[in-house]
């Protein structure tokens, strides 16, 4: 009988256990989530328009940054997509418009987000997009092409030991995603 209450008591505690390890794990992606963007690391850039207001913008003509930009596909879309400009150079404060250059190869519709990252992880927000392909989704018909514009500016506060930011997009195929 005494023995029976003690392997109660295990079962309960391994249980327990393992309700607050798949708890723990559940809660790490916000987690991480949450200090990348806190942190400004990970290249995660924000997901949302930011207002560029040119009447009271500061630009630090004593920097140059060179920005470089890349383009890849995942698996299994196969459209043509690149920068137009693969490199810049601009001031911090300084707003700067290009395109990239999309095409479905396909003979069908297809629906595709481009998911962006900035390396180094740290410059990501300081990197601010006014206009980008990237905040919705982008359908094309078969053998359709367009150039994708972005508008960005790098703000001023972005650290001393940057020179050069590399901003890459994928592009993802959410043509059944709805």
């Not at 400004?40 to 630009?59: F, Q, R």
């Not at 140059?64 to 001031?91: C, D, L, M, Q």
């Not at 006014?130 to 514009?149: D, I, K, S, V, W």
Request: charged share 20%; hydrophobic share 40%.
């Amino acid at each position: 009988m005494k023995n029976q209450k003690g392997h109660h008591k295990l079962i309960a505690v391994l249980a327990g256990l393992v309700l607050g390890m798949f708890a723990f794990g559940f809660a790490l992606v916000p987690i991480y989530n949450s200090l990348c963007k806190t942190l400004g690391i990970n290249g995660k850039t924000n997901p949302e328009a930011v207002a560029y207001d040119v009447t009271k913008a500061k630009v630090d003509k004593d920097r140059e940054i060179t920005v470089e930009f890349v383009a890849t596909n995942n698996s299994g879309v196969p459209w043509a997509f690149y920068p137009k400009t693969r490199k810049i150079k601009v001031h911090p404060g300084e707003i700067a418009k290009l395109a990239f250059y999309a095409e479905n190869k396909t003979d069908h519709q297809m629906t595709v987000q481009a998911i962006p990252s900035v390396t180094p992880g740290i410059a990501a927000k300081y990197l601010k997009k006014t206009e980008c392909f990237c905040f919705t989704r982008q359908t094309l018909n078969g053998h359709e092409a367009m150039n994708m514009p972005l508008l960005f500016h790098l703000d001023t506060d972005l650290p001393e030991k940057v020179n050069t930011v590399t901003l890459s997009y994928t592009l993802f195929d959410v043509t059944d995603k709805g």
